[in-house]
């Protein structure tokens, strides 16, 4: 099993969309999207389960991402819409075997980590 890539970062205005992608997503794995801010604890952003019948959100992003994974591709998007200034962040992709209910957005979870993609948007 190869290591998370992350892909598709930038530099944006507000009000902006970008799509990010994390490669080399794991089989049978519940995938994940986090972010950190400078200064800020790691936040949970978006997990998908394998097959994609359970999806959570973090509070600051739902209604405005939307996650969605291509398994025949190995291959977990974020589509983020609507972008603010506080979207700024280091975005991760994580994997995780097993979750306990409830735990979805504990990063102590999540067995493996992309290395991070740079998300920043400007006023």
């Known amino acids: 099993q190869g290591q998370l890539v992350e892909s598709g970062g930038g530099l944006v205005r507000s009000g902006d969309s970008l799509r990010l992608s994390c490669a080399r997503s794991?089989?049978?794995?519940?995938m994940a999207w986090f972010r950190q801010a400078p200064g800020k604890e790691r936040e949970f952003v978006a997990g998908?389960?394998?097959?994609?019948?359970?999806?959570y959100y973090g509070d600051s992003v739902r209604g405005r991402f939307t996650i969605s994974r291509d398994n025949a591709k190995n291959t977990m998007y974020l589509q983020m819409n609507s972008l603010k200034p506080e979207d700024t962040a280091v975005y991760y992709c994580?994997?995780?075997?097993?979750?306990?209910?409830?735990?979805?957005?504990?990063?102590?979870?999540?067995?493996?980590w992309g290395q991070g993609t740079q998300v920043s948007v400007s006023s």
């Open positions: 994580a994997a995780a075997s097993i979750i306990p209910g409830g735990r979805v957005a504990d990063e102590n979870q999540y067995d493996y």
């Open positions: 794991l089989a049978g794995y519940l």
């Open positions: 998908i389960s394998y097959k994609g019948g359970n999806i």
